[in-house]
């Protein structure tokens, strides 16, 4: 069987005050959240998934929350822009939800036909609300205050910038089997054929935009979906073949990872199905417990002290 991405995994963007961003998308934006956990790196900091019931694929938006740390801004190299896919007719009680809750008014705009309202998030991250020319029947988490009318289903896109197209376009089309779907300015949209959402990146060529500064109110990396850990290892040998750095399989305890740099300086990682959230906690609970990977299990007490109050 032919090997395949699957549009969208995850994207892990950076934040400042863990209380406000865990309060912001669980509450404001009406998100589950699926696990909290620690930086596996750096356990003294949160690390947060939020998504729909189970965190499936495609709609897991995580967070570094890192205390008292500088505010970046976007720029080449990075994604710079997560859309969310919502439904018909709902922007507009984005819009005055989002306004009530402090947040500074954004914007409607058009691209590729498609609706969207665009605002940043309490750190400054770009998020798109788009309502989808095509169906989207995935089943949101809703909660008291963001009905099944208005709830996102999901990401929609990803928006990256880059100075150059083509080694960025070599890598989607090549290796990640995108397709590419058309032009619109400078942004040219890409499209996974095997899923029906989380399947757009949108690239936009900007050879004069200044690089990003990578922290807060900015993305991390963004993770492609692939179905397990066999799928992972082939596109790994694809992507080393190419001559790019990339790094072994790395355990995440929610999906098994590779880490690499595409040309244009996005971070990108493909990230597995397997074995999912429901690995250490039943789905009716994901997010109650402070979860530790078991490198850290024995220090759990410490680590509870650092972290910060929620
Ligand atoms: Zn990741």
């Keep these: ?20 961003n865990l309060d912001f998308y669980t509450r404001v934006m009406g998100l589950r959240l699926v696990k909290k956990t620690v930086n596996f790196d750096d356990p003294g900091t949160f690390h947060f998934y939020f998504g729909n019931e189970s965190g499936t694929p495609g709609t897991i938006l995580t967070f570094f929350p890192w205390e008292g740390i500088r505010k970046g801004y976007i720029g080449a190299g990075m994604a710079t822009e997560i859309g969310y896919s919502v ?51 995935r089943t949101p988490w809703v909660t008291d205050e963001v009905s099944q009318s208005a709830a996102t289903r999901g990401f929609h896109s990803v928006t990256l ?18 397709v590419l779907e058309g032009k619109e300015g400078n942004i040219s949209r890409y499209r996974s054929p095997w899923v029906e959402n989380a399947s757009i990146v949108d690239v936009m060529e900007a050879p004069n935009l200044p690089r990003g500064l990578n922290a807060a109110g900015t993305n991390h990396h963004i993770a492609f979906r692939v179905k397990d850990e066999e799928t992972l290892m ?46 250490d906690e039943p789905l009716e609970s994901l997010g109650g417990q402070l979860k530790l990977p078991s490198q850290y299990e024995a220090r759990r007490e410490e680590i509870m002290r650092v972290l910060p109050q929620l």
């Design 161 to 178: 910038a880059v100075h150059r197209l083509g080694p960025t376009e070599k890598i989607l089309t090549g290796i990640l089997g995108y």
């Design 87 to 137: 439904p018909k007719g709902s922007l507009e009680f984005w819009e005055n939800r989002l306004g009530s809750q402090g947040t500074l008014k954004g914007t409607y705009l058009e691209r590729f036909s498609e609706k969207h309202y665009v605002f940043q998030d309490p750190d400054g991250l770009h998020i798109h609300l788009v309502e989808p020319s095509g169906p989207d029947q």
């Design 1 to 20: 069987m032919e090997k395949e991405v699957l549009g969208l995994h995850h994207i892990t963007a950076i934040a400042g005050n863990a209380k406000q």
């Design 234 to 279: 082939y596109f790994r040998s694809r992507i080393e073949e190419m001559g790019l750095g990339i790094t072994p399989k790395i355990d995440r305890d929610y999906f098994f990872s590779v880490y690499f740099r595409e040309p244009g300086g996005v971070l990108f990682e493909l990230a597995t199905e397997n074995p999912g959230f429901t690995r």
